[in-house]
C-alpha cells in the first residue's frame, strides 16, 4: 500500500468520530510497521482519549521504527488529555505522515518542531483538503470564530415549507426524514427560533432507533450525543412546558434579559443586546463560536432562513424536495425582502443531488465559495 491508501484508511476512521467528537476536531490515525498495519484508531470523544493513543495502544511494541499516519497534527501540548507527540517519541516511532495542520493556535506547527526536534521524520499536507472537509466546522471556528452553519428545508415542488394554515406534517418522505437524523447527529447544536417552537412544539433531538442501524460502532444509545437546541428567543416565549426543555441534552434560550421561571438545570438562558428590536445574527453566532460550536444544523421558518441568508451567515443549503405542489396560498421556504434587482440575489452553487426515497436531496454553498 502506497501513502495515501494508509492515509485514505485513517481519513475514514476519522470519520467514524463525527457524532461524538465535537467540540474537537474528527481525526484517525493507522500506524504501518513493514507494510503492516499493526495499529489504528480514532478520536472517539471530547476529553477520551486521541486517535494516536488508540493506535498506539493498538499496537503496542510493533510501534517502535513504524510510520504513523495522522489526519491532523498531533498535539504538543498537555489539555485535557497529555500530548500525544510525546506518546509518539516515547514509542520510538521514526516517520509521521499528517494531513492537515492544525488550526488551534495552542497546536499549529508546534506538534511539527516538537516531533523533528525528537529526530523523528515528519511530512504533512498529503489529502489536506479531505482532512479539513471532515472538520470544516473546528476549522472555520478557530480560524474565523464562526461555526460551520447548514440550513435544511423540506419543500414542496412549488418552494412551499407548509399550507397556508401552517401544516406541514409531511411535506417529505420517511426516507427523507431519517437522512436529516443523520445531519442532527453530525451537528453541534440545532438553531430554531421560538416561532416555530410555539408553531410546533418539536422535540429537535436525534432519534437512536432511526440511527443505530447506520452507525454500528456507536454499540450504545448512551454513547449518542444529542446537539444542543438554541433557540432565537428574544422577547422569552419559550417556556418550561415546550418539548425541547426535558429532553437529554442541554437547551440554549438567546434572550435580551433573563425571566424568573423555574427552569431545569440543562436550559441555560444566554443574554445578547438586542439592536433595532432584533438581536444581531453575528453576534449570536460568534456567541456559539465562543462556547465551542462548531456545526450548526438551522432548523427554522421562512424568516428566520432569510435573515441568515441576507447577512451571509449560511454556508452549506440542504434542501429535500417532495413530489408535492401545495400552491399559491401556501408558506414560502424563504422570505427575502426588498429584492429588486436580479443580479444582487443570493447565489449559490450545486454540490450534489441525490435521490432520497422519493424526494430529491440538493446540496448547495454560497457562490463565493467556489473560489475558496
Known amino acids: 500500500m502506497t501513502d495515501e491508501l494508509y492515509m485514505a484508511h485513517a481519513l475514514k ?16 490515525c493507522v500506524i504501518v510497521l513493514h507494510g503492516n498495519i499493526v495499529g489504528e484508531g480514532w478520536h472517539q470523544k471530547a476529553g477520551g482519549n486521541h486517535a494516536e493513543i488508540h493506535a498506539l495502544h493498538a499496537a503496542g511494541d510493533k510501534a517502535r521504527g513504524s510510520t504513523v499516519y495522522v489526519t491532523l497534527e498531533p498535539c504538543s501540548h498537555h489539555g ?17 505522515v499528517v ?47 464562526f461555526p460551520w452553519v447548514q440550513l435544511k428545508f423540506g419543500i414542496s415542488l412549488d418552494g412551499c ?21 443523520r445531519y442532527r447527529a453530525q451537528s453541534s447544536a440545532i438553531l430554531s427560533t421560538s416561532n416555530t417552537i410555539l408553531a410546533d412544539n418539536p422535540f429537535l433531538t436525534v432519534r437512536w432507533p432511526q440511527l ?24 422569552n416565549q ?25 427552569w431545569p438545570n440543562n436550559v441555560v438562558q444566554m443574554i445578547l443586546p438586542v439592536n433595532k428590536q432584533k438581536i444581531n445574527l453575528s453576534e449570536m453566532l460568534l ?6 460550536i462548531n456545526n450548526i444544523l438551522v432548523e427554522a421558518g421562512a424568516k428566520f432562513a432569510g435573515a441568515l441568508i441576507q447577512d451571509n451567515m449560511i454556508d452549506e443549503l440542504i434542501i429535500y424536495i417532495a413530489p408535492k405542489i401545495l400552491g399559491d396560498s401556501s408558506i414560502r421556504f424563504c422570505k427575502l425582502p426588498n429584492l429588486i434587482d436580479l443580479n444582487s440575489t443570493p447565489k449559490f452553487s450545486f454540490t450534489d443531488i441525490c435521490k432520497i426515497g422519493s424526494d430529491i436531496r440538493m446540496t448547495l454553498i454560497p457562490e463565493e465559495q467556489k473560489s475558496i
Not at 287 to 292: E, P, T
Open 80 to 96: 485535557l488529555t497529555p500530548p500525544c507527540c510525546q506518546a509518539l517519541i516515547d514509542a520510538g516511532v521514526d516517520r509521521v
Open 238 to 262: 419559550v417556556t418550561p412546558k415546550h418539548k425541547i426543555i426535558n429532553q437529554p441534552g442541554e437547551t440554549w434560550l438567546i434572550r435580551q434579559s433573563h425571566d424568573n421561571q423555574c
Open 212 to 235: 443505530k442501524k447506520d452507525i454500528e460502532f456507536i454499540p450504545d444509545q448512551k454513547l449518542l450525543r444529542q446537539p444542543i437546541r438554541v433557540i432565537m428567543d428574544r422577547q
Open 99 to 145: 494531513a492537515a495542520q492544525d488550526p488551534n493556535p495552542k497546536v499549529s506547527g508546534k506538534g511539527f518542531i516538537f516531533l523533528k526536534q525528537a529526530g523523528i521524520k515528519v511530512s504533512h499536507g498529503l489529502m489536506m483538503k479531505e482532512s479539513k472537509e471532515i472538520n470544516r466546522g473546528f476549522f472555520k471556528r478557530m480560524v474565523t470564530g
Open 161 to 181: 415549507i407548509a399550507m397556508n394554515n401552517g401544516q406541514s406534517k409531511w411535506i417529505t418522505s420517511h426516507h427523507s426524514r431519517l437522512d436529516v437524523q
Open 13 to 28: 476512521l476519522a470519520k467514524r468520530g463525527c457524532f461524538t467528537t465535537t467540540p474537537n476536531p474528527n481525526v484517525g
Open 287 to 292: 456567541l456559539l463560536g465562543k462556547n465551542q
